[in-house]
């Protein structure tokens, strides 16, 4: 459940504004559809299914399951 520490970890606002600028420019120079890429078999090999099913819950759901997780 290591890979679940990161969805259930607070994040700085201030650590993460430089990941999400450059995936902004890299959306816009390479025209990237971020939904469509997701939407692969190969974004979904590539990450983590548990990570990626905690980060679809809602909020409420998210805080309940990190506290479970471990």
Do not use: F, H
Not at 5 to 23: F, H, M, N, R
Not at 34 to 41: N, S, W
Not at 51 to 68: D, G, K
């Amino acid at each position: 459940m290591e890979s679940c520490w990161a969805v259930c970890t607070p994040i700085d606002a201030k650590s993460i504004k430089p990941g999400q600028e450059i995936l902004q420019r890299a959306v816009e120079q390479r025209k990237l559809d971020l939904p469509a890429i997701r939407k692969t078999e190969a974004y979904r090999n590539t990450y983590n299914s548990e990570v990626n099913r905690m980060l679809s819950l809602p909020q409420r759901e998210r805080t309940t399951a990190c506290q479970t997780a471990w």
